[in-house]
Nanobody
């Protein structure tokens, strides 16, 4: 499956963005989906995950209550709604898919990755 993330941009602190992850070339609804991010000079970190059917979600503590992960299998698309953005949320955001049966924060559980989309939050 091929993934393409888009929707990043420049936003002021306190603002919102919605990232999308379009999937093609596979059976999207058979994969769990995750979002990860990598800030300049830092390692890639887990942001959020959702099961194949969208029924269960899991968030990093740093984004809990501000970000919402979801998916629309009919459209082969996943989403990350980001509210109350902070400068420390600035990073390249990646979507990923994997046939893990569990909600996972480990990048090794995801075999497919999008190219990343840059989110910049100004103070």
């Amino acid at each position: 499956v091929q993934l393409q993330a888009f929707g990043g941009g420049l936003v002021q602190a306190g603002g919102s963005l919605r990232l999308s992850c379009a999937a093609s070339g596979g059976t999207f609804n058979s994969y769990a989906m995750g979002w990860f991010r990598q800030a300049p000079g830092k390692e890639r970190e887990f942001v959020a995950a959702v099961t194949w059917n969208g029924m269960s979600t899991y968030y990093a503590d740093s984004v809990k209550g501000r970000f919402t992960i979801s998916r629309d299998n009919a459209k082969n698309t996943g989403y990350l709604q980001m509210n109350s953005l902070k400068p420390e949320d600035t990073a390249v955001y990646y979507c990923a898919a994997g046939k893990t049966p569990r909600l996972s924060r480990w990048s090794s559980d995801y075999g497919y990755w999008g190219q990343g989309t840059l989110v910049t939050v100004s103070s």
